[in-house]
């Protein structure tokens, strides 16, 4: 590898991944961040392991969903929440659970084929366990059974569950997918106690670019904020999320993209039992019935997605770049959230429709209580597709590379690009895979430590403590 000082751009999911991989393989690295903590971008909580969320993608980008999320498991373990999660469809949607059924099992044999292949890929249970199926008659059994408090297998996963559900409200069977849970609080606290260890890696905390320009050779990067001056990079990543565009135009770079703004809800339920599944309810994206997602933390607290336009979705949320510039420019009211935070009308208003639009399904639900504030954030897309889910990584230019994925867990494929394209001598370090991914420092976070700072990064931006504790590792 030739080049020698890299700056990134931006301390979310991409930055860090990028920083620990260059880290470990001792590059001189800065990171730089605009917000007090690292990974403060927009939220993330399910680990996507085959794109069972997402009806409308197709085979291709499932598969790949499925490899990257295993990569990411395994590169932070101790961010996953090992709990699975259901698929219902409701009565009233025109979709039928039996159309996944084809596209589960191709995810099942592939599964099967990389653990056959590489036994450190079975990270989400033994490939014969990836689906379950409930019919009717066995969800109504498992509703008279008493919760356990430590789920062994699918079926006592399924009890709370099948407990508090609306039977008449969902097709059947219903599908349990080991498809696991991401807790950001944790991977935030984890990703920075790893960086920090790293003598070689510079993390550059509430310090805002305000310039860049290209120069014979490398980058310069001016900055305001806690450091502010001017720095020299060999090497440069754009690692800044809805704001990619923004570094583009400081280039001259001209590329179409998209924004999205979204948002989840927090919600408490007391009295909840201790485990639940997570549990997804299909539906028509962008329409009163759009899908609704039920993400269980500890605590009793839940996150909550509603994909209408009323929850989580904006009739103005999603724009598009144009004219001079590659940035899209969100409506001023979008901004003033992402900077200042919400009013707490809104925050009520529209947790509270997430809640009723989830205890159509199930009834006890609708006594909860608003937990927190929203978790929330602007996605970049790129191009002009926004059904895209598998996107990494672009190179522009000569020594410059722009992170673009949709799902975190397409860091790894992102961060192998950005190594290859540094690296185009094909050194042992790049092709010995295995290896790349043992990052000592990661390895040797203490769960007391980062346990204490993820609750501490959760109650320093606003949410419930217990937020920042894993769910069950099992």
């Keep these: 590898m030739k080049r020698n000082r890299i700056v990134i751009v931006g301390g979310g999911v991409?930055?860090?991944?990028?920083?620990?991989?260059?880290?470990?393989?001792?590059?001189?690295?800065m990171l730089i961040e605009r917000q007090p903590t690292l990974v403060a971008g927009p939220p993330f909580c399910h680990l996507h392991a085959g794109g069972n969320l997402y009806r409308e993608i197709d085979d291709a980008q499932c598969l790949s969903l499925l490899r990257q999320s295993i990569d990411f498991a395994r590169l932070y373990p101790f961010a996953i929440d090992r709990r699975p999660t259901v698929i219902a469809v409701p009565t009233e949607d025109s979709g039928k659970p039996t159309e996944l059924l084809r596209r589960l099992e191709l995810l099942r044999e592939t599964y099967a084929r990389m653990v056959?292949?590489?036994?450190?890929?079975?990270?989400?249970?033994?490939?014969?366990?990836?689906?379950?199926?409930?019919?009717?008659?066995?969800?109504?059994?498992?509703?008279r059974s008493e919760a356990v408090e430590r789920p062994r297998n699918a079926r006592e996963w399924m009890i709370p569950l099948a407990r508090h559900l609306d039977l008449k409200r969902v097709q059947y069977p219903l599908i349990l997918v080991q498809e696991y849970g991401i807790n950001l609080f944790r991977l935030a606290a984890g990703a920075g106690l790893a960086l920090e260890a790293m003598p070689n890696v510079t993390i550059l905390r509430e310090t805002k670019v305000t310039g860049v320009q290209k120069r014979s050779q490398g980058f310069a990067v001016q900055c305001t904020g806690v450091f502010g001056g001017e720095t020299e990079a060999d090497y440069l990543i754009n690692a800044a999320g809805f704001r990619t565009g923004e570094i583009d135009d400081m280039l001259g770079v001209r590329e179409r993209r998209m924004v999205e703004f979204k948002a989840a809800y927090t919600s408490h339920w007391a009295g909840r039992e201790s485990l639940w599944p997570e549990v997804i309810f299909h539906g028509e994206r962008g329409t009163p019935r759009g899908m609704g997602q039920f993400t269980p933390y500890p605590g009793g607290y839940v996150q909550l997605h509603g994909m209408t336009q009323e929850i989580t979705l904006y009739s103005d949320g999603l724009v598009g770049s144009g004219g001079e510039s590659s940035q899209p420019k969100l409506p001023e009211h979008f901004m003033e959230k992402i900077e200042k935070g919400w009013s707490a009308e809104e925050r009520d208003e529209r947790t509270r429709r997430a809640i009723t639009h989830l205890a159509r399904f199930l009834p006890d639900f609708a006594r909860t209580t608003v937990g927190g504030p929203p978790l929330f954030g602007a996605q970049q897309i790129p191009g002009e597709d926004p059904t895209l889910r598998v996107a990494e990584v672009a190179f522009p230019l000569p020594g410059y590379a722009r992170c673009e994925i949709v799902k975190v867990s397409s860091v790894t494929?992102?961060?192998?690009?950005?190594?290859?394209?540094?690296?185009?001598?094909?050194?042992?370090?790049?092709?010995?895979?295995?290896?790349?991914?043992?990052?000592?420092?990661?390895?040797?976070?203490?769960?007391?430590?980062?346990?204490?700072?993820?609750?501490r990064i959760a109650a320093g931006r606003g949410y419930p403590e217990a937020m920042g504790d894993r769910c069950v590792d099992r």
Excluded at 14 to 29: F, I, M
Excluded at 433 to 453: F, G, N, Y
Aim: proline content about 3%; some cysteine; hydrophobic content about 40%.
């Design 116 to 143: 056959a292949e590489d036994p450190g890929c079975g990270v989400l249970g033994e490939p014969e366990e990836y689906y379950h199926l409930f019919d009717r008659g066995e969800i109504e059994t498992l509703a």
């Design 413 to 455: 494929d992102m961060a192998r690009e950005i190594l290859r394209d540094l690296d185009r001598g094909g050194s042992a370090q790049m092709r010995n895979e295995a290896a790349l991914w043992q990052i000592p420092q990661l390895e040797d976070v203490k769960e007391e430590e980062l346990s204490e700072r993820a609750r």
């Design 14 to 29: 991409a930055g860090v991944s990028a920083a620990l991989l260059l880290g470990k393989l001792g590059k001189e690295v």
